[in-house]
């Protein structure tokens, strides 16, 4: 793609020596998609191979004298996924390839000279020989009857590649000058050079042109290029046949390329120049003859008195730090424009190199785990004073940027710095002032150096130690509430902004193991500590396993260091999510789970957990490390455990959502939508309040149902006396709430998530300690986050960490030469996405696959390089996984069956069959789960046809997944928005150099100028995301919420003794009625005082208040007039919930509101046994919510 003079994939000297093996392998593997997407490699092809059919990149097709109808342009930039699903036969790439540029000339100059130096390919066919053809007929018919039939003649394509240098033009620069002359000399030396390049051809015997006459067909007419069956009886007789029936007379034509230019004026003196080629041959002037030209590429010098200006890119940011990436040397149309010289040039394949950003030491002392484990002090020490050291410095920039424009925007820099400085400060404070926050920081610290202990890794990245050591303050303020300043931090949400990949998991897993041991030392002997939010289920899966790992080490440390009372809850972990991928009940039929009586009869005939070994969470046991993990149910204590084959052990891990309200774990893992859970299901007011009962058998409960505990009177027998009141839990509320992919939160998600937090924040506002959870976000794409986070949590926001003051360097980071990923830009012509998308994922597994046979390629390029050609298999097995991304499931059906057809080639060439599977949104999150810990744990040991090589995912693989040996990503077609795309890329690259080849729709406008402005748009990629859109002000919206909200409220109050509510609580209509009836009084007051409160900010100022005061007049009169109301219509119903005029949310996607419809009489019996074999089904019906 790019000569050696400028070749951008060369390995760095600095960069390490693994990762400079591991960059010679991408240009490798960068040089074979060159060759099969622009032919670029020489090779000879065998029949039926065309280069119209194989050819995908700067291509200029010839064109019809007679346009079909072409596209009105609503029509081309309309939805792409409104269009035929068939090949693109007649849709083509824009027909021109072009680059436009400023330029400035001496003033009175009236023409800018240019020089264009022109390179292009000509594809010129031959005719096949006689072993061709029979090679070609015993692979189309079968060895019987190759000689028996008529056949085409057939041809070979040869590749003759055209430089045409020096094309030396002046181009007018007067206000619509177009001088018809100007370019004439150039253009005739172009096209001198092409036809010599076709009469040269064509004085060679063995050009193929048409022939005179062939047998006739049924009509009685002669065909053209048709050999009779005689011709092939054998080699003379073919060579016989095609000399005699030659068309010798047949006149060749030669391809009309046209070179253009013109100029127009800017402000300033400077003019717009475009330079272009296109092609003008019609495709009536020879039926025989392919007259489109392929690769076509052109670079552009000034002369004498011209230089070319750069521009600033239309959306790069106004932001001091990216000034120098900000200007491009011009744009290219059909192509990407790069700087060539002291001009520029086209590029059909434009790369860009994504440098490695590491953790930058800045004088601090190694933060070993173990170092700090033993003792914190000196290693914290060195920090603060690096810190000092470093706002100085940032201070003394801020002094020499005092008169220029961006002085106040590097003073808000510095400020962000010097307040995560002063927070660091503060944090160490709090380890002094508290022994037990110590030495929760010490034990986390001791986890981690067990967890890693057979990993490279020892010690935190700098920024992830700062973060931990900064948000200590709203731990300590648990116990010091007194203190004003810890207090303050919980009035801000703090949101983790760092590269995907970067190590944010890590430094939020930190920060929680120090809150589990605090909790512990202080005497919260069970509950919840930290709740884990993701908006989707598959992130949640994701976290789950290294989750996981973390808490079995925390709780094995904690059990041999005695900490806390022997009587304390053991961590564990909870994984909230519901639906398809864990029961929320065990009772009742949902996804996977056949409901209770179907799986205790498995459980009973010893098949239980064979049947489930696709709905496993975790397959290897973190105490041993075997794939041994099976599910078991519990019959008796009526769980669903995972449990190890091998060393007999039960995961400290609860899957089902009833279990999680019953057993209350250190940590819970959930999706967004679980906090609708508060409206249907009474038992998660154990997350404010804690449990008022226990069940020696069952574990914790609130609300009795017909006497016993919530396993139900089918598992439970109350024992005489009642249950034993569970012990208070000592500050029952989460200390710790992370919100992870933070950007997700958007749209209706996110306002429906905004009114869910408010309400949380009130429910936490009157239990325990009265101090609301610390709301921590994770996101690697955020853009003006402040309004986000100001309306999801009503808190004031902050980002962590600060930038420095020039780009890729910060206190805690820099950037080395290392490459972390290549990203390559395919814009195809003819060709679908999904098509070449298929093409590149084939290419790349056959060459891995190759190598791994025979690496005498690789070999010789990393000697060219001087790199040690040793261990070569190692070096290969990260580059073995490939995955495509799609964006739709219907691309992902193709790339499956090009993947089976690949599979089967490779086998047969004897490159072993390759293992793939699709994973979209409608796959199970256990199957998910297996497919992504399947890549993990393979090995070289296992055989290369039986290790997972290829998948195919849809956006449900866009975020969390973090595989060490996917390094190989193919797109076809961008994702919707810049925020998708840098988390897509991101799951290639993570430890070793990854290569991202994006291949753009060429009939959406928007795909094609991101290809033009590929260069810039990745240089910028981190500013080119959008602002999330939030709305919690939304009428829409807020109606919405507004019934699960009051009936967490309800459920609230079903635990506040003052409002004198039923044992029971208030999830049926039956107590609920009674209660309502008699305490309405009491209730009305408290819910008008505590409904507005879940809509306001949590922290005066943050939003606007009139906005505010709208919302929640807006709200209290939907509340008097809509919902209350309804409230006092008799007891239908069975649940509370569907008294209200609108059902509470069981889900933030639940926003489409419900129409009735009615059959017509002739159905009406046929409707009734639908319905009525359909609630028979499900046995749950009203009272199996789904949220």
């Avoid at 929680?512 to 993701?534: E, M, N, P, Q, S």
């Avoid at 509320?733 to 992870?740: E, G, K, N």
Wanted: glycine share 6%; charged share 25%.
């Amino acid at each position: 793609m790019n000569d050696a003079r400028n070749n951008p994939l060369a390995p760095h000297p600095d960069s390490a020596a693994d990762n400079q093996r591991e960059t010679v392998l991408i240009e490798h593997l960068t040089q074979v998609l060159a060759d099969r997407l622009a032919d670029r490699s020489g090779a000879p092809h065998t029949p039926p191979w065309t280069p119209r059919d194989h050819v995908v990149v700067g291509v200029l097709p010839a064109v019809a004298a007679t346009p079909r109808h072409l596209p009105a342009p609503d029509e081309a930039t309309a939805d792409p996924s409104r269009r035929p699903v068939e090949s693109l036969r007649g849709t083509q790439a824009p027909p021109v390839l072009a680059l436009d540029f400023r330029v400035s000339t001496a003033p009175g100059r009236r023409t800018a000279q240019l020089a264009v130096h022109c390179r292009f390919a000509l594809y010129l066919e031959d005719i096949a020989s006689y072993a061709e053809h029979m090679e070609y007929l015993r692979g189309d018919e079968g060895p019987s009857g190759a000689h028996a039939r008529p056949g085409e003649l057939l041809g070979v394509w040869r590749r003759q590649d055209v430089h045409v240098p020096d094309l030396v033009i002046e181009v007018p620069l007067g206000e619509g000058e177009r001088d018809p002359h100007a370019l004439g000399e150039a253009q005739q030396v172009l096209d001198r050079a092409v036809r010599r390049a076709v009469d040269a051809h064509f004085t060679r015997p063995e050009a193929r042109r048409p022939l005179t006459a062939g047998p006739q067909s049924r009509q009685g007419r002669r065909r053209r290029n048709v050999l009779p069956a005689e011709a092939m009886a054998d080699e003379e007789a073919f060579h016989s046949h095609v000399a005699a029936l030659m068309d010798r007379d047949a006149a060749p034509c030669a391809p009309q390329l046209v070179l253009s230019a013109h100029a127009q004026a800017l402000d300033g003196g400077d003019h717009l120049v475009r330079v272009s080629l296109h092609n003008e041959s019609d495709t009536a002037q020879s039926d025989w003859q392919d007259l489109s030209v392929y690769d076509c590429r052109f670079a552009v010098l000034p002369g004498d008195g011209i230089s070319i200006v750069p521009q600033r890119f239309h959306l790069a940011p106004r932001d001091y730090r990216l000034e120098a990436l900000a200007e491009v040397i011009g744009r290219g149309t059909g192509c990407a424009a790069v700087p060539h010289g002291s001009g520029l040039r086209t590029e059909t394949l434009p790369v860009h190199v994504q440098r490695t950003v590491v953790p930058r030491q800045a004088g601090v002392r190694h933060p070993r785990w173990s170092e700090l484990a033993d003792e914190p002090a000196p290693i914290l020490d060195s920090v603060e004073v690096a810190m000092a050291r470093y706002s100085r410095e940032f201070a003394a920039v801020c002094r020499a940027a005092q008169q220029l424009p961006h002085h106040k925007a590097i003073e808000a820099d510095r400020a962000q710095f010097d307040d995560e400085a002063r927070r660091f400060g503060l944090g160490r404070e709090c380890l002094d002032l508290d022994p037990d926050l110590k030495l929760a920081f010490q034990l986390a610290n001791e986890v981690f150096a067990r967890v890693n202990k057979h990993r490279k890794y020892d010690s935190w990245r700098l920024f992830q130690l700062v973060y931990i050591v900064s948000h200590l303050p709203a731990l300590a303020v648990r116990e010091h509430p007194q203190r004003a300043d810890l207090r303050a931090e919980l009035d801000h949400t703090d949101v983790l902004w760092f590269p995907a990949g970067g190590g944010k998991t890590e430094a939020y897993l930190g920060l929680i193991l120090t809150a589990l041991f605090y909790d512990r030392l202080r005497g919260k002997h069970a509950g919840v500590t930290a709740w884990l939010r993701f908006p989707l289920r598959m992130l949640s899966v994701q976290q789950l396993d290294r989750t996981l790992r973390m808490l079995i080490a925390a709780e094995t440390l904690r059990a041999e260091r005695q900490i806390g009372s022997p009587h304390d809850d053991p961590f564990a972990l909870g994984y909230l999510a519901g639906g398809t991928g864990s029961p929320n009940d065990l009772h009742w039929e949902r996804g996977w789970w056949r409901g209770w009586e179907t799986e205790a009869a498995a459980t009973r005939a010893g098949t239980f957990a064979e049947d489930h070994l696709r709905d496993r969470l975790v397959i290897t046991c973190p105490y041993c490390e075997r794939d041994s993990v099976r599910l078991r149910l519990d019959t008796d204590a009526v769980r669903l455990h995972h449990e190890c084959a091998a060393c007999q052990r039960i995961l400290p891990l609860h899957v089902s959502d009833v279990e999680v309200y019953r057993t209350l774990p250190a940590i819970v893992i959930s999706t967004v939508d679980k906090l609708t859970g508060h409206s249907w299901f009474p038992e998660f007011t154990a997350f404010q309040h804690g449990p008022r009962h226990r069940c020696a058998e069952h574990g914790y409960f609130s609300f009795p149902r017909f006497g016993v505990c919530s396993a139900g009177r089918d598992h439970c027998t109350a024992p005489k006396g009642g249950y034993p009141a569970a012990r208070p839990i000592k500050d029952p509320v989460p200390a710790l709430t992370v919100q992870d992919e933070m950007h997700l939160l958007k749209e209706e998600l996110g306002a429906f998530n905004a009114h869910y937090e408010g309400m949380i924040a009130e429910l936490q506002s009157g239990a325990g300690s009265g101090l609301p959870s610390k709301v921590l976000g994770a996101s690697a794409t955020i853009e003006q986050y402040q309004d986000q986070l100001r309306q999801l949590y009503g808190r004031r926001p902050r980002a962590f960490p600060a930038p420095g003051w020039t780009l890729g360097e910060s206190f805690y980071t820099t950037t080395r030469p290392d490459f972390r990923r290549v990203h390559i830009g395919v814009l195809p012509h003819k060709r679908r996405k999904a098509d070449v998308a298929a093409i590149v994922q084939g290419e790349l597994l056959t060459e891995i696959a190759r190598l791994q046979e025979e690496p005498k390629a690789l070999r010789e390029r990393l000697a060219l390089h001087g790199l040690p050609d040793s261990d070569l298999p190692r070096l290969l097995f990260p580059y073995e996984v490939s995955l495509a991304y799609v964006n739709s499931k219907q691309h992902g059906t193709q790339l499956d069956e090009e993947l089976g057809q690949l599979s089967d080639d490779l086998q047969h060439a004897g490159l072993d069959r390759v293992e793939h599977a699709v994973l979209t949104g409608e796959v199970p999150v256990p199957e998910l789960a297996a497919a992504i810990a399947r890549v993990q744990r393979e090995h070289l040991d296992i055989p290369r046809g039986e290790r997972l090589r290829a998948l195919v995912g849809t956006s449900v693989l866009s975020h969390g997944v973090d595989l060490e040996r996917l390094n190989l990503l193919v797109l076809a077609g961008m994702p919707p928005t810049a925020a998708d795309y840098i988390q897509v890329t991101a799951r290639a690259g993570r430890t070793h150099a990854g290569l991202v080849v994006t291949v753009y729709d060429p009939v959406s406008r928007r795909e094609r100028s991101m290809f033009s402005n590929f260069l810039s748009y990745h240089r910028l990629l981190d500013r080119m995301v959008t602002p999330v859109p939030v709305n919690k002000y939304a009428y829409f919206a807020a109606r919405r919420t507004l019934p699960g909200i009051v009936l967490a409220l309800l459920h609230d109050a079903a635990r506040d003794p003052a409002l004198k509510p039923p044992p029971e609580g208030a999830d049926y209509s039956k107590d609920f009625k009674r209660w309502w009836s008699a305490q309405r009084p009491l209730l009305d007051p408290w819910l008008e005082r505590r409904i507005p409160a879940c809509y306001r900010e949590r922290v005066a100022g943050v939003n606007g208040r009139g906005l505010e005061n709208d919302l929640v007049e807006r709200i209290i009169e939907t509340w008097r007039q809509e919902e209350r109301p309804n409230l006092n219509k008799g007891a239908e119903e069975k649940r509370t919930a569907y008294l209200f005029l609108q059902q509470p949310l069981t889900s933030f996607r639940d926003i489409d509101k419900s129409t009735s419809f009615q059959s017509l009489t002739s159905s009406q019996d046929a409707f009734k046994a639908l319905a009525t074999n359909t609630a028979d089904s499900n046995k749950g019906g009203k009272d199996e919510p789904q949220p």
